[in-house]
């Protein structure tokens, strides 16, 4: 089944539908036109005064119909001027094009603003990072200077409480006991 694309437009300006509809028929997409414009219409008339609602398929526009209240198309004695709100399929196609170009140029900007944004980012937490390992680094050394000293303390202390008890086990040294052989 064909796609068909229903676009809205303002004058010379255009938002189109880049998804489209998968439907089986131009008379199938005409409904469903018909049908969306009396949506919005029925809503808030005055709101889509001279708007319309294009529809075009694979070969070009092939139906437009104004929403809201009808608007003016501006005529000439030579006919229809080059600025009517009902373009050629030509003149549409090539402003289509040019504006999903600059559409396309405008994203694209806002991608490129985007990433350099982000880069910049993560330039600033890479520096916060090295940073932080750096005091992380400087506070894992210092915690290791502590250690290293209470071990020593711990090893000093160890051994002078084993020297005072040596010490002390040979100042209290029992009494001798003198035995005198004697007679029984």
């Known amino acids: 089944m064909p796609f068909y694309f229903f676009h809205l437009s303002f004058g010379e300006r255009l938002l189109p539908?880049?998804?489209?509809?998968?439907?089986?028929?131009?008379?199938?997409?005409?409904?469903?036109?018909?049908?969306?414009?009396?949506?919005?219409?029925?809503s808030v008339a005055n709101r889509w005064a001279s708007w319309f609602?294009?529809?075009?398929?694979d070969r070009g526009q092939f139906l437009s119909l104004p929403l809201g209240h009808p608007a003016l198309e501006l005529v000439s004695?030579?006919?229809?001027?080059?600025?009517?709100?009902t373009p050629s399929p030509?003149?549409?196609?090539?402003?289509?094009?040019?504006?999903?170009?600059?559409?396309?140029?405008?994203?694209a900007g806002a991608l490129?603003?985007?990433?350099?944004?982000?880069?910049?980012?993560?330039?600033?937490?890479?520096?916060?990072?090295?940073?932080?390992?750096?005091?992380?680094?400087?506070?894992?050394?210092?915690?290791?200077?502590?250690?290293n000293r209470a071990c020593q303390l711990t090893a000093h202390a160890r051994y002078e409480t084993s020297e005072n008890y040596h010490i002390a086990a040979r100042r209290r040294?029992?009494?001798?006991?003198?035995l005198i052989q004697g007679r029984a």
Do not use: M
Request: proline share 4%; aromatic share 4%.
């Open 17 to 42: 539908d880049e998804e489209g509809v998968e439907l089986p028929s131009r008379s199938a997409a005409r409904q469903e036109a018909q049908a969306v414009v009396r949506e919005l219409s029925g």
């Open 77 to 85: 004695n030579n006919g229809p001027s080059s600025s009517t709100l």
């Open 173 to 178: 040294s029992p009494p001798h006991l003198v």
């Open 90 to 107: 030509e003149t549409t196609e090539e402003a289509y094009g040019r504006r999903r170009a600059a559409a396309l140029t405008e994203r």
């Open 53 to 57: 609602l294009r529809v075009a398929d």
């Open 112 to 147: 490129f603003a985007e990433a350099l944004a982000l880069r910049r980012r993560t330039a600033e937490l890479l520096e916060r990072n090295r940073q932080l390992r750096a005091e992380l680094s400087s506070q894992f050394s210092s915690s290791q200077v502590a250690e």
